[in-house]
């Protein structure tokens, strides 16, 4: 059970956040792009670090290769643009095509996690302790981007992941575009705020997403240069501010700050596995409800969304005791 956790981790409240990243000597892309070289200050481990930003295995904007390279497409406010980031010794290089290729390298190393500090993090349990000692090179990444990160962060509400991935790499496979430069063969940049507010109803149903789901994506992105503003905000602030737009909670703006601001305390609160996960590891108590699991990460205020990544990659989950949550495909009533 710990293995399938271990191996399969994707998203940041349920498998930790990490993908695997080959090793070997890497392999130039074809065609020139703009080059950035990021000497970190600590271990860096590219995998735990940009992990949390894929959605699923098919995930159109994210790969990674076999010679340990990881794509990202994404649009930034500069433009779409596609980013290679691979390790190179102690040094990272990255390099990026497209009208957002600028934007990209200017912030590559936030998003490598140079504004977090992994040193402000002191561990209360020995499990904590002894993950954090195995895996030292976690850093908290922050893509100041909000709505590559909200969108599918509103399509996982309600839904298993499978659902949630499903729809995401449909929609976006549907109406985004191929990826500026070299990418490896089927990424795509998700579709800008107007795109997404001209799909049609029909597009939602044959992608499984719900009316309400859909409904929530259509009003955040007709107000999206406001939520992309929250990038600038405190995750207090912004999160407040991500919130008054119907349809999203206290869950999806946890996880959306996460990502886009690197936000260590913002622990996400209404999942359905995190309490029991937390509470299993810490307390034992596989039964712990969203009160119980801020309760015990209270020792870790100011760092609980790092200690609840911890827990996550430590592999201590409970067995499962009820079959999964059935899937349903509404695109085929």
């Keep these: 059970m710990a293995g399938r956790f271990a191996h399969r981790p ?43 930003l894929r959605r699923g295995p098919g995930d159109p904007t994210f790969r990674v290769t076999p010679d340990g390279s990881v794509w990202r497409a994404t649009r ?40 977090d500090d992994p040193a402000a993090f002191t561990p209360r349990h020995r499990l ?37 991935y499903r729809a995401w790499r449909l929609l976006v496979r549907r109406f985004g575009e191929p990826a500026p430069g070299p990418a490896p063969e089927g990424m795509w940049v998700m579709p800008e705020a107007r795109t997404w507010a001209l799909i049609p109803s029909w597009e939602w149903h044959r992608a499984g997403v719900d009316d309400k789901r ?9 107000v999206a240069a406001r939520l992309e503003e929250a990038a600038r905000m405190e995750p207090v602030a912004a999160r407040a ?9 206290p869950w999806t703006s946890a996880e959306v700050v996460q990502r886009s601001h690197g936000a260590a305390d913002e622990v996400t609160v209404g999942d359905v596995h995190l309490p029991g996960i937390v509470g299993w590891a810490l307390a034992g108590d596989r039964d712990a409800d ?44």
């Design 128 to 164: 904590v302790a002894v993950t954090r000692h195995r895996r030292p090179g976690l850093r908290l990444t922050r893509t100041g981007l909000v709505l590559e990160s909200l969108i599918p962060s509103i399509l996982e509400q309600k839904v298993t992941t499978d659902e949630a």
């Design 10 to 52: 994707t998203r940041t409240t349920v498998r930790g956040g990490q993908v695997a990243v080959p090793g070997g000597v890497p392999r130039p892309a074809a065609g020139p792009g703009r080059v950035r070289t990021y000497a970190p200050d600590g271990p860096l481990d590219l995998g735990l670090v940009l992990g949390p």
């Design 290 to 333: 969203d009160a119980e699991m801020l309760r015990l990460l209270e020792p870790y205020a100011g760092q609980r969304h790092r200690a609840a990544r911890l827990i996550l990659l430590s592999g201590r989950v409970p067995a499962r005791r009820v079959p999964k949550m059935p899937v349903w495909d509404i695109g085929r009533l």
């Design 241 to 249: 501010r991500l919130e008054v737009v119907p349809g999203i909670g």
């Design 76 to 115: 930034t406010p500069g433009g779409p643009g596609t980013l290679r980031v691979v390790a190179r010794g102690a040094d990272v290089r990255g390099e990026a095509w497209g009208p957002g290729a600028e934007w990209l390298l200017d912030r590559l190393p936030e998003l490598l996690g140079a504004a």
């Design 214 to 222: 859909a409904s929530t994506v259509l009003r955040a992105v007709r």
